[in-house]
């Protein structure tokens, strides 16, 4: 990507990350994702948010400032928001370069870069109302918002143009073309940014949901016009819709969620998997939104973004050493950890002799405090019979009702 002018003194400089990495060395990206820092020029030069030694995330960035005729100590400022090392891994060689450039962060982001970087001197440490003056009518704000992502995380407005560095909130999976700004992007487009918005979601920060509330309650009262996440495309069209998008995958965290149904099973020998054809006919017919996963052959990062919006999970999973299929233990492990809590599920598989599944499922529910309402299941031994498949479908289709009635309307 090339340096792209947001407004007068204001640029968007992006490094994209290829599809074969994966996101904090857990997340797959197949589509890639950005790491996205700014300029904010007046007399004196702010950069915001930096990025990682990753693929050739730092030439990137410095050759887009070489486009700008910017040299390195031209650079009075460089604010973190933020000390996740996606967004400061080459602080420690960055700052060789510009020995006295100020940085700027929160207290706890102070500790940070003292224990991941070893950098003690220029560092000016800010907290919700304090600001910087760059001059020719440009002024820094920052605020404060605790847990998004994380404790130390803060975000910084910039008030004559009424712009949001609002690093990873707002953010989302996805590297970015030229076409970087939402009012640049066609309707599929924008579909694409969506889906990788409730990814990224899903997989970084639904566990801080209450937090997210807070901060875009915290924030309300600033007139953004303009938000520049360090993830994804900038908002300068209909930033409300990213604001919007988010409030809603936030309250997914208490419930309820939308009226869709996510499908995850397992299968050895092919018995879960012959009563999961029934299972997906009868979804098909009742023409209700679903998401079918198989594991483990499909990824944890995509199921959590369809189970982070759905209000009921059906779970197929047969019995393995008295307990369930592992790789559905791993996703559910998971679901806990991600805070997937109070679905309503269905589940059902086969067994041998004794079953365990059952077990297992209670106590991973109880250890992780999922509160997920089990209203019907359906185990059985070895091959369905047609009387346990009639049983499968009509769980199925009492449980879409539930499902209906109880999610958002
Ligand atoms: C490695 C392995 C371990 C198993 N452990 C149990 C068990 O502890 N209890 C049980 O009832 N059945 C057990 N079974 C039997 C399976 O649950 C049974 O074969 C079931 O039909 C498999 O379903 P699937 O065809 O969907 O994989 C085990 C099967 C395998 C292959
Ligand atoms: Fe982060
Ligand atoms: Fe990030």
Known sequence: MNAKQLSPGIWHLAANISKDNLFEGLWPIPHGVSLNSYIVEGADIALIDLVREWEDAPKQLETQLKELGLEFNRIKYLILNHLEPDHTGWLANFKKRNPHIEIVTTKKGADLVREFYFIEDNIRVVKTGDKIDLGDGKTLEFYEVPNVHWPETMVTYEPASGTLFSCDAFGSYGSLTEKSCDCELSEKEHEFYEFES?????NIVASFSTFVERA??????????????????????????IV??????????????????????????DNTAYATDAVRDVLLESGITFHEYRVPEQDISHILAHAWKSQGL???????????????????????RKHVKGRKVFWYGSFGW????????NSLIEQHKLGWDITGKADFRGR????????????????IKTVMESAKK
């Open 384 to 399: 369905p019979t047609e009387e346990d498949i009639e049983k499968i479908k009509q769980g199925v289709r009492d449980f």
């Open 354 to 361: 004794s079953g365990g599944a059952e077990k297992e499922l």
């Open 244 to 269: 919007e998008r988010y409030a809603r995958y936030a309250s997914y965290y208490k419930g309820p969620c939308e009226p869709e149904i996510t499908l995850i099973w397992g299968s050895m020998y």
């Open 314 to 336: 059906i779970l197929g999973m047969p019995t393995y050493e008295y307990h369930m299929f592992p790789p559905m233990a791993h996703v559910i492990d998971m679901m806990g």
């Open 198 to 202: 409730l990814r990224y979601y899903a």
């Open 216 to 241: 875009i309650k915290a924030l309300s009262d600033l007139e953004i016009k303009t938000i520049c996440p360090s993830h994804g495309i900038v908002w300068t069209d209909r930033p409300q819709d």
